[in-house]
T-cell receptor, first 111, second 116 residues
């Protein structure tokens, strides 16, 4: 059974702080990893994808992957109230195979 | 905007009825995946269509069926609706598009289904 685990939260951080979201996965065959942001009542929106061990930065977002530990994280620098949402971690095997999602972590950025 | 559209946006049905949900994929994408997202849960994979053929299926009963058309748009059909089918149904498109990673799935706005 392929599983992706996330802490459901809520994770509360003050405005301007760094938010750290974590995710573990069970399938060692997973090769691609994705972070989606989902506002209440809306569909998931892709924020980051990461395929290799290490860090990948895009603006205020940094994704980190450690395949040996089967661990993926997302850091959000200078958190804004508009970042308040549920963040979904997803993993997949090679090619265009289905995404396996975690349940999501609810982030609340307090002004 | 992902370029993926879904219809209808909301739907109310009663137990035992049948429903058809529709999805238009992003231009140039040849793969459509359907997911069910219950309240407070992550999306769960239903099935995927690639060039008009089913290309993988999750742990959903046969009353969940689908189609993909030559223009790569897709339908999700659910027969004999049950209360637990109430959820947000998401369509995601992916595939070869110039300048984009083939694997990335882009979601449509979803269809919220309520079964009474």
């Amino acid at each position: 059974q392929k599983e992706v685990e996330q802490n459901s939260g809520p994770l509360s951080v003050p405005e301007g702080a760094i938010a750290s979201l974590n995710c573990t996965y069970s399938d060692r065959g997973s090769q691609s990893f994705f972070w989606y942001r989902q506002y209440s009542g809306k569909s998931p929106e892709l924020i980051m994808s990461i395929y290799s061990n290490g860090d990948k930065e895009d603006g205020r977002f940094t994704a980190q992957l450690n395949k040996a530990s089967q661990y993926v994280s997302l850091l959000i620098r200078d958190s804004q109230p508009s970042d308040s949402a549920t963040y979904l971690c997803a993993a997949r095997n090679s090619g265009n195979t289905p995404l396996v999602f975690g349940k999501g972590t609810r982030l609340s950025v307090i002004a | 905007e992902t370029g993926v559209t879904q219809s209808p946006t909301h739907l109310i049905k009663t137990r035992g009825q049948q429903v058809t949900l529709r999805c238009s994929s992003q231009s140039g994408h040849n793969t459509v995946s359907w997911y069910q997202q219950a309240l407070g849960q992550g999306p769960q994979f239903i099935f995927q269509y690639y060039r008009e053929e089913e290309n993988g299926r999750g742990n959903f009963p046969p009353r969940f069926s689908g189609l993909q058309f030559p223009n790569y748009s897709s339908e999700l059909n659910v027969n004999a609706l049950e209360l637990d089918d109430s959820a947000l149904y998401l369509c995601a498109s992916s595939g070869s598009t110039r300048g984009r990673n083939q694997e990335t799935q882009y979601f449509g706005p979803g269809t919220r289904l309520l079964v009474l």
